[in-house]
């Protein structure tokens, strides 16, 4: 989320990660049933699968193999993490939910991205690059009105993408599911 301050916009973040390093988060797998371990340091929870090979009904004199797997805590639709002592899924499907009002006077825009985008851009990044295009668009439009010419838009969210994927490349990595979408808002205007 974007707000203005005078001319310069500001940063402030809705969300927080639901990664496996989140104390909150690892209590919560560990409750379930769960388990969290490290690799190649990145912080992975456990996926208990039964040992390859193995067939018939999974019994607890079943050898099981322990796969360090997802390097979040919730998630939509991951099955495989139910654990069947606990009755609770060890990846949480349930979201963790809240409301915000947003006074379009004070905030200019909202930025929903994927881990891809934040993983590479700290928000105050984002909000320079959001601005930036605002800002461009909006002297393209004021252009395009004196000389009856069309405007050339540049689109927010592209920007940002393509930031994203240039930092990845730069640093010699495959870019993570990088998505963005940007809501830019229009501060409210008097009812004549």
């Not at 209590?27 to 067939?55: C, D, F, M, T």
């Not at 991951?78 to 009755?87: G, I, M, R, T």
């Not at 851009?121 to 009105?145: G, T």
Request: aromatic share 8%.
């Amino acid at each position: 989320m974007l707000f203005a301050d005078g001319k310069e916009w500001k940063a402030m973040s809705l969300t927080r990660e639901h990664k496996p390093e989140s104390k909150l988060e690892q209590e919560r797998i560990y409750k379930s049933g769960g388990k969290v371990v490290l690799k190649a340091g990145v912080p992975r929870v456990v996926w208990n699968r039964p040992r390859r090979g193995h067939q018939g009904p999974v019994r607890r004199s079943t050898p099981i193999d322990e796969i360090p797997f997802l390097s979040v805590a919730r998630s939509l639709g991951d099955l495989w993490s139910y654990h069947p002592e606990s009755n609770q899924f060890v990846v949480s499907p349930v979201p963790d939910v809240m409301a915000f009002k947003v006074n379009t006077n004070t905030y200019r825009c909202l930025i929903l991205g994927t881990d891809g985008l934040w993983n590479m851009l700290k928000p105050s990044a984002a909000v320079k690059i959001v601005q930036a295009a605002n800002d461009y668009n909006k002297e393209q439009v004021s252009l395009s009105e004196k000389e009856e010419q069309m405007a050339m838009w540049v689109n927010p969210s592209k920007k940002l993408v393509d930031e994203a994927l240039r930092r990845w490349s730069a640093i010699g990595c495959r870019a993570d599911n990088t998505s963005a979408l940007t809501l830019m808002l229009d501060p409210a205007r008097a009812v004549q």
